[in-house]
């Protein structure tokens, strides 16, 4: 699976968007960029994921550029609770002869602020 | 709805002495399982993952093992503890069929050698 890199940290001020970026150069065409995050103390969080188009939920959204090696997550509202560590994974999904095993990079160091 | 279980949430334990965490999962069949852990102030570290009962992948030489007695049942276990052992354990699965969703995580067991 390709390797990510990203910022060790950010700050956010609350209310304000917040835009985490991955650079993924090595990825290949059947791999996805997935997106989790990991509150103090807790199991990560699944966030979003993509192949090459951008994605939308509830929680984020994702943008991928049009040559897929870099993305970036987006917080529209970042809130105190936002607060985390924030992995971007590259890897290809579940399927014949595939584990699906999810390999955690040092990811980035969320503050949101007051 | 599909769940995650995993006990205890803290533990205490002396050098020397074994360990058994449990994860099970409900609400689901043929689920992969995976065992990580988090050393204070590191990153997430695959451990083992199963792709079916009784068949275990070790992904780090180490003094843990792992077993899959029950198709929703996944253990660590050590026969003697080490120090290098502390760390937060983290359960998680994924399906096929929940290929889009990733994997979910249990809240983790944190465990103190001392």
């Known amino acids: 699976d390709a390797k990510t890199t990203q910022p060790p940290s950010m700050d956010c001020a609350e209310g304000r968007a917040a835009n985490l970026p991955c650079n993924h150069s090595t990825i290949s065409g059947n791999e996805y960029v997935y997106w989790y995050r990991q509150i103090h103390s807790q199991g990560p969080q699944y966030i979003i994921h993509g192949l090459k188009n951008n994605e939308t939920n509830e929680m984020a959204s994702l943008i991928i550029t049009e040559d897929r090696k870099s993305s970036t997550l987006i917080l529209p509202h970042a809130t105190l609770r936002d607060t985390a560590v924030y992995y971007c994974?590259?890897?290809?999904?579940?399927?014949?002869?595939?584990?699906?095993?999810?390999?955690f990079g040092q990811g980035t160091t969320l503050q949101v602020k007051p | 709805s599909q769940t995650i279980h995993q006990w205890p949430a803290t533990l205490v334990q002396p050098v020397g002495s074994p360990l058994s965490l449990e994860c099970t999962v409900e609400g689901t069949s043929n689920p992969n399982l995976y065992w990580y852990r988090q050393a204070a102030g590191r990153g997430l570290q695959l451990l083992f993952y199963s792709v079916g009962i009784g068949q275990i992948s070790s992904e780090v030489p180490q003094n843990l093992s792992a077993s899959r007695p029950q198709d929703r049942q996944f253990i660590l276990s050590s026969k003697k503890l080490l120090l290098s052992d502390s760390g937060f354990y983290l359960c998680?699965?994924?399906?096929?069929?929940?290929?889009?969703?990733?994997?979910?995580f249990g809240s983790g067991t944190r465990l103190t050698v001392v």
């Open positions: 994974i590259v890897r290809r999904n579940q399927g014949s002869g595939n584990t699906g095993k999810l390999i």
């Open positions: 998680a699965w994924s399906t096929r069929q929940r290929t889009n969703y990733g994997y979910t």
